[in-house]
C-alpha cells in the first residue's frame, strides 16, 4: 500500500517561498500519476500541479503558474512544490495525491480518480 507523508508547510510573508515535500512510501514497483492539490477554509480542493508516469508535467493552475513548481526525485521517492513570490491568497493546506489510474490524467481530472492522499501541509502567507 502506497502512502504520502506531506512536510515543508508554514508560516511566510508576502513575497516569500516554501518548498513543499511529498514522500512517497510503499509499492515502487508500480509508477503513479502524481499531482499537488490545495484547499482552503470553506472553498473546494483545487488541483494546482501534477505529473504523469511518463514525467510530463501538465500545464499548472492560471493561479500559480510561474510562482510554483513541481519537480520528482526519483532516487529519493519524492515529489516537490517550489512555491515562490506567495502571496495571501495562497494560504490553504496542501494535499500530495496519487493514482494508479492508467490512462494520462491531471490535476484537472475528476478528484475520485486520485485515490491516494497525504494528511496534508499547512501554508499560511500573511502580513
Known amino acids: 500500500q502506497v502512502q504520502l507523508v506531506e512536510s515543508g508547510g508554514g508560516s511566510v510573508l508576502p513575497g516569500g517561498s516554501l518548498r513543499l515535500s511529498c514522500v512517497i512510501s510503499?509499492?515502487?514497483?508500480?509508477?503513479?500519476?502524481m499531482a499537488w492539490f490545495r484547499q482552503a477554509p470553506g472553498k473546494e480542493r483545487e488541483g494546482i500541479a501534477s505529473i504523469v508516469m511518463n514525467d510530463y508535467i501538465h500545464p499548472y493552475a492560471n493561479s500559480v503558474k510561474g510562482r510554483f513548481k513541481l519537480s520528482k526525485d526519483n532516487a529519493k521517492n519524492t515529489l516537490y512544490l517550489q512555491m515562490n513570490n506567495l502571496k495571501p491568497e495562497d494560504t490553504a493546506m496542501y494535499y500530495c495525491a496519487a493514482s494508479g489510474y492508467p490512462g494520462t490524467i491531471g490535476h484537472r481530472s475528476p478528484l475520485p480518480l486520485w485515490t491516494i492522499w497525504g494528511r496534508g501541509t499547512q501554508v499560511t502567507v500573511s502580513s
Open positions: 510503499g509499492n515502487h514497483n508500480r509508477k503513479y500519476n
